[in-house]
C-alpha cells in the first residue's frame, strides 16, 4: 500500500501553496481531533496540502464555549472557531478578530470570544449550525472545510479508578485521577458530509490534541471509527501528543496513548504514529496542579503501527507541537 499509493502522492506534493504548489488533483487530507491541537497542526499542513478538511469534536462545554452553547441552545462552537482562524488564509488578521475576546467585567459578553458570539449569530439567523460554519469559511476564505463530527447535543463523561463518574468535557481533568472510561451521554448521529469526506480521504491524521477530550470523543461515534476502518486505501497518521496532560494523561506513554484509542476504534487503527523526539519539559513533581511531561519512546512499533520519530516541539511552548516542524514531517511521511 504505502510503495503504490505515496509514490504518486511524492509526485503532488512540491512546497508551500503560496509558492509553487499548484495541483489540480492533490491528495485528499482529512485531521480529526478537536481543541489547540487540531488548529496547531491545521496551521500548518494548509500550507502544503489543497485539499483539505478537519472533522471536530463537538463535547466542548467550558469557557465562552460552553456559555454561549448553553444559552443559545446551540452546539459548541469555540473548536470550530479556533480551526477556521488557523486555515485562514489571512490569518494575522483573521485571528484577530475571531480571537477577540472581550475583557471580563463586561455584563453582556464578559470573557466571551467575538468568533464564538458570531457563529452563535449566524446559526440563529440561517436556524443551522453547519451553515453558520459554511458561511463564515467562506467569508473568512479559510484553505479548506471544517466539519463537525456530529450536529447532535451530546456530552462527553469518564468513570475513574476511585469509582467517580463525572460529566462535562471541563470537568474531566482530576490531577492524580486515572481514567478509565470515556463515554458519550447519548449515541449521537454523525455529520453526513464528515463521513463522506473520511469515506474519500487519501490520507486521514488522527490527533494532536487532548486524548480523552479531543481525540476519543471523535472515535466513540461509531460510525466515524467505522468508516475510517473501512476506507482502506488511505494512510491512517496518529500525532501524538509532544506532553503528557495535566489531570488527563499523567504518567502515560505514547504507546498508552494508541492503546486508549484502540479500546474504542479496535486494534491495528493505524499505519503510522508520528512521536516527538525531543524532551525539554520534565516535571519533578506533581503538584496539585498535576504533572505535565515531554513523552517520547524508544519503540519502532505499535503492534502494526510504526512509529516515526522527529523533532516536532515547540521551544517556546515546549508541550506543544510546532505547526511547521509537524507539517514538514508528515510531507517528509508522505514523500518516502
Same mark, same amino acid.
Given at each position: 500500500?504505502?510503495?503504490s499509493?505515496?509514490?504518486w502522492?511524492?509526485? +503532488?506534493i512540491?512546497?508551500?501553496?503560496s509558492?509553487?504548489?499548484?495541483l489540480?488533483?492533490?491528495a #485528499?487530507?482529512?485531521?480529526i481531533?478537536g $481543541? *489547540?491541537g487540531?488548529? *496547531?497542526?491545521?496551521?500548518?499542513?494548509k500550507?502544503?496540502?489543497y485539499n483539505?478538511a478537519? +472533522? +471536530?469534536?463537538?463535547t /466542548?462545554?467550558g469557557a465562552?464555549?460552553?456559555i %454561549?452553547?448553553?444559552?443559545? /441552545?446551540?452546539?459548541?462552537? $469555540?473548536d470550530?472557531?479556533?480551526c477556521?482562524?488557523?486555515?485562514a488564509?489571512?490569518?494575522?488578521?483573521i485571528?484577530?478578530?475571531?480571537?477577540?475576546?472581550?475583557?471580563?467585567?463586561n455584563?453582556?459578553?464578559?470573557?466571551?470570544?467575538?468568533?464564538n458570539?458570531? !457563529?452563535?449569530?449566524?446559526?440563529?439567523?440561517? $436556524?443551522?449550525?453547519?451553515k453558520?460554519?459554511?458561511?463564515t469559511?467562506? @467569508?473568512?476564505?479559510?484553505?479548506?472545510?471544517?466539519?463537525p463530527?456530529?450536529?447532535?447535543?451530546?456530552r462527553v463523561g469518564?468513570?475513574?479508578s476511585?469509582?467517580?463518574?463525572? @460529566?462535562?468535557e471541563?470537568?474531566?481533568p482530576?490531577p492524580?485521577?486515572? %481514567?478509565e #472510561?470515556?463515554?458519550?451521554?447519548?449515541n449521537?448521529?454523525?455529520?453526513? #458530509?464528515?463521513?463522506?469526506t473520511?469515506?474519500?480521504?487519501?490520507i486521514? !491524521?488522527?490527533?494532536?490534541g487532548?486524548?480523552y *477530550?479531543?481525540? %476519543?470523543?471523535?472515535?466513540? !461515534?461509531?460510525e466515524i471509527?467505522?468508516t475510517i476502518?473501512a476506507n &482502506?486505501?488511505?494512510?491512517?497518521?496518529y500525532?501524538?501528543n509532544?506532553?503528557?496532560?495535566?489531570g488527563?494523561?499523567e504518567?502515560?506513554t505514547?504507546?498508552?496513548?494508541?492503546?486508549?484509542?484502540? &479500546?474504542?476504534?479496535?486494534?491495528?487503527f493505524?499505519?503510522y504514529?508520528?512521536v516527538?523526539?525531543?524532551?525539554i519539559?520534565?516535571s &519533578?513533581n506533581?503538584? #496539585?496542579?498535576?504533572?505535565? =511531561?515531554?513523552? *517520547?519512546?524508544?519503540?519502532?512499533n505499535? $503492534?502494526?503501527?510504526? @512509529?516515526?520519530?522527529?523533532?516536532? %516541539?515547540n521551544?517556546? =511552548?515546549?508541550i506543544?507541537? /510546532?505547526?511547521?516542524?509537524?507539517?514538514?514531517?508528515?510531507?517528509?511521511?508522505?514523500?518516502?
Open positions: 500500500m504505502r510503495s499509493f505515496l509514490g502522492l511524492k509526485g +503532488v512540491y512546497g508551500p501553496i509558492t509553487d504548489f499548484a489540480a488533483n492533490s #485528499k487530507v482529512v485531521v481531533g $481543541g *489547540t487540531l488548529s *496547531t497542526l491545521l496551521r500548518g499542513i500550507n502544503y496540502f483539505l478537519a +472533522v +471536530v469534536t463537538m /466542548d462545554d465562552s464555549s460552553g %454561549i452553547s448553553r444559552e443559545f /441552545d446551540t452546539l459548541p462552537p $469555540g470550530i472557531r479556533k477556521i482562524s488557523a486555515l488564509k489571512d490569518e494575522s488578521l485571528s484577530k478578530i475571531l480571537e477577540y475576546r472581550f475583557p471580563r467585567g455584563k453582556s459578553f464578559s470573557g466571551h470570544t467575538l468568533g458570539i458570531w !457563529i452563535a449569530a449566524l446559526t440563529r439567523h440561517f $436556524g443551522s449550525f453547519d453558520a460554519i459554511e458561511t469559511s467562506e @467569508i473568512f476564505a479559510t484553505q479548506g472545510k471544517i466539519l463530527a456530529t450536529l447532535d447535543s451530546v469518564a468513570i475513574y476511585d469509582g467517580k463518574k463525572i @460529566i462535562g471541563s470537568k474531566i482530576r492524580g485521577a486515572i %481514567i #472510561k470515556i463515554f458519550l451521554t447519548k449521537p448521529s454523525p455529520y453526513k #458530509k464528515a463521513l463522506e473520511i469515506r474519500s480521504a487519501d486521514i !491524521i488522527v490527533g494532536p487532548s486524548l *477530550t479531543s481525540i %476519543i470523543p471523535n472515535l466513540l !461515534i461509531k471509527s467505522k476502518r &482502506r486505501k488511505a494512510l491512517k497518521l500525532v501524538a509532544c506532553s503528557s496532560e495535566r488527563e494523561t504518567g502515560m505514547v504507546e498508552d496513548h494508541i492503546s486508549e484509542i484502540e &479500546r474504542v476504534a479496535g486494534k491495528n493505524f499505519d504514529c508520528l516527538n523526539s525531543k524532551v519539559k520534565t &519533578r506533581s503538584s #496539585k496542579l498535576g504533572a505535565a =511531561n515531554n513523552i *517520547t519512546t524508544d519503540n519502532k505499535f $503492534g502494526k503501527c510504526e @512509529i516515526i520519530k522527529a523533532d516536532l %516541539i521551544e517556546k =511552548n515546549p506543544a507541537h /510546532d505547526s511547521e516542524k509537524l507539517a514538514q514531517e508528515i510531507v517528509r511521511l508522505c514523500e518516502s
